[in-house]
């Protein structure tokens, strides 16, 4: 496992689905971050979460985002009813503490038409 | 105003001139990282700094905690490095997570 890896790279729905963000961390690695790129703005914070747990979710939306982080299996980030304004790049980083580096996965960019 | 501001937003350079991305921000940091996002692909982790300066190949960063300022410089700048290069701070020690400028997109032509 080289790095973090994010799917699908792409992903259409349609307003009301669901959308499902996978994030499989550098083996090793226990503390996952999601983050959100909107389209023409910088990065910003979603949701920090080490196995099993949600340590800081302050930057999620309250209603319809959610995030785990299984004992076994990629972390998952869901949004539920989706909207145009949920169209974005969604990207996991992980580390192997909170001092450490981080090493970014590729995102999921999803379009909401 | 951003906790983090980049200069410039935009730069076009010739390939081969010296660049300078410049990063200055208002929060006391445990540590910095310059980022690399190609257009439309994902983001790399250039360098992790907490003092002085880090080089790896024709990249080199330095940062300044007194007067919480970080620069990338490039030398000998290639078409390939054509990218938007983002400056993300991590807070002094207990917080974890990162706040993000809004990058500087570079363009070197040719």
Same mark, same amino acid.
């Given at each position: 496992?080289?790095?973090?890896?994010?799917? $699908?790279?792409?992903?259409? %729905?349609?307003?009301?689905?669901?959308?499902?963000?996978?994030?499989?961390?550098?083996?090793?690695?226990?503390?996952?971050?999601?983050? %959100?790129?909107?389209?023409?703005?910088?990065?910003?914070?979603?949701?920090?979460?080490?196995?099993?747990?949600? /340590?800081?979710?302050?930057?999620? $939306?309250?209603?319809?985002?959610?995030?785990?982080? $299984?004992?076994?299996? $990629?972390?998952?980030?869901? /949004?539920?009813?989706?909207?145009?304004?949920?169209?974005?790049?969604?990207?996991?980083?992980?580390?192997? =503490?909170?001092?450490? =580096?981080?090493?970014?996965?590729?995102?999921?960019?999803?379009?909401?038409? | 105003?951003? !906790?983090?501001?980049?200069?410039?937003?935009?730069?076009?350079?010739? !390939?081969?001139? +010296? @660049?300078? @991305?410049?990063?200055?921000?208002? &929060?006391?940091?445990?540590?910095?990282?310059?980022?690399?996002?190609?257009?439309? #692909? #994902?983001?790399?982790?250039? +360098?992790?700094?907490?003092? #002085?300066?880090?080089?790896?190949?024709?990249?080199?960063?330095?940062?300044? @905690?007194?007067?919480?300022?970080?620069?990338? *410089?490039?030398?000998?700048? *290639?078409?390939?490095?054509?990218? &938007?290069?983002?400056?993300? &701070?991590?807070?002094?020690?207990?917080?974890?997570?990162?706040? +993000?400028?809004?990058?500087?997109?570079?363009?070197?032509?040719?």
């Amino acid at each position: 496992n080289a790095g973090v890896m994010q799917n $699908p790279r792409h992903l259409v %729905r349609r307003r009301g689905q669901e959308a499902r963000l996978r994030c499989s961390p550098v083996k090793g690695h226990s503390h996952v971050y999601w983050y %959100r790129q909107l389209p023409e703005e910088g990065l910003k914070f979603m949701v920090y979460l080490q196995k099993e747990n949600i /340590i800081d979710e302050s930057g999620m $939306p309250k209603e319809r985002f959610s995030a785990e982080f $299984p004992k076994e299996g $990629p972390s998952i980030l869901r /949004i539920q009813q989706v909207v145009r304004g949920d169209s974005a790049a969604y990207f996991c980083a992980s580390s192997s =503490g909170q001092n450490g =580096g981080y090493t970014f996965g590729s995102g999921t960019r999803l379009t909401v038409v | 105003k951003n !906790e983090v501001e980049q200069s410039p937003q935009n730069l076009t350079a010739q !390939e081969g001139e +010296f @660049i300078t @991305i410049n990063c200055s921000y208002s &929060v006391g940091i445990s540590a910095l990282h310059w980022l690399q996002q190609h257009p439309g #692909g #994902g983001i790399v982790s250039l +360098f992790m700094l907490s003092s #002085g300066k880090k080089k790896h190949g024709r990249l080199i960063a330095t940062i300044n @905690i007194q007067e919480k300022h970080s620069s990338l *410089h490039i030398t000998a700048s *290639h078409p390939r490095d054509s990218a &938007v290069y983002i400056c993300a &701070v991590k807070p002094e020690a207990g917080s974890y997570q990162l706040t +993000f400028g809004k990058g500087t997109k570079l363009s070197v032509i040719p």
